[in-house]
């Protein structure tokens, strides 16, 4: 039985912990400020991006992982002997997967599989973290990948932005202009539906206002949420993680994490984000 490598990209928002644990490769997306162009978690962290946020008065464009990139990490773990699975962000938000199947192409080999997670941030580190889960149970790679493809429908996401700056000026959420300018201290709860992003409800006053609205939408399918994990994401929203955690605390999730969202999502979403990701069981 041959090895299987997993394979995802720096939009997973997985700690850096899990990421080693699991002998997860990651491949970096870019944010760009101007002409300069950086790694997303290697040459460049969130809180300095925010920082060059700041000092420029620019929010960063983002740009996928190339073909070249794939290319050369397909190539290395096929030649250590590795059948490789790669998922990470959907292919309705970044070109990345489109990248990965031309360097897939380029190689030609049956060895190499990817998934669409249709999903971002760590709800595509989610199917990640379900495929070490599978592979460390000495499933196939082609039963992985058929249990992934029906695992990403049930992935739900939801984040509170605190600020609509970001999204309103990327123009990745077209819908949101709606609200800049006329609805003072709205928090829109963003989800993500058929690997899209949808505006939910949009609560007003306080972030943790509508943060207790977000937990309450999380706690209607309590019952049918996966134990395995359940994730608290957030870009510079710390002050609010041991809250969320807490309303959760009586559902019996066996790996309840805290991660922090790296540059491209944090580029797009904005410092006071905070989202509960989560796998249904059915």
């Known amino acids: 039985m041959s090895q299987i490598k997993i394979i995802t990209d720096s939009t997973c928002d997985l700690t850096e912990d899990l990421i080693k644990y699991h002998e997860i490769e990651v491949v970096p997306l870019f944010v760009n400020f101007g ?11 969130t809180e300095a991006m925010y920082k060059k ?21 397909f190539e290395r773990h096929l030649e250590e002997g590795y ?24 190689i030609d080999s049956d060895k190499i599989h990817l998934v669409d997670s249709e999903n971002l941030s760590s709800g595509s580190g989610l199917l990640v973290l379900k495929a070490v889960k599978m592979r460390d149970e000495g499933m196939s790679a082609k039963e992985i990948v058929d249990a992934l493809e029906t695992l990403r429908t049930r992935v739900r996401t939801r984040f ?51 943060i ?32 969320i955690r807490e309303q959760l ?14 540059c491209v999502i944090s580029s797009h979403c904005g410092a006071g984000t905070i989202g509960v990701l989560y796998m249904t069981n059915s």
Do not use: C
């Not at 605390?249 to 790296?262: D, R």
């Open 35 to 45: 002409e300069s162009s950086y790694q997303d978690g290697i040459d460049l962290n």
């Open 53 to 73: 946020v700041a000092d420029t008065n620019m929010i960063p464009k983002t740009s996928a992982a190339s073909p070249a990139m794939f290319q050369e990490v």
């Open 83 to 106: 059948e490789i699975i790669y998922t990470g962000i959907g292919q309705k938000f970044s070109a990345t997967l489109q990248n990965a199947t031309i360097a897939k192409n380029a």
């Open 160 to 210: 509170i932005i605190d600020t609509l700056e970001y999204l309103h000026k990327g123009g990745r959420l077209k819908a949101i202009s709606a609200f800049v300018g006329t609805m003072l201290k709205v928090h829109p709860i963003i989800r993500v539906v058929d690997g899209e992003m949808t505006i939910g409800k949009k609560p007003r006053g306080k972030l943790r206002n509508g």
């Open 212 to 243: 207790k609205i977000l937990l309450n939408d999380v706690l209607k399918d309590e019952g049918n949420i996966d134990t395995d994990f359940v994730m608290i994401t957030h870009s510079e929203a710390h002050e609010h993680v041991d809250f």
């Open 249 to 262: 605390a009586h559902l019996g999730i066996k790996n309840i994490y805290e991660t922090e969202a790296g």
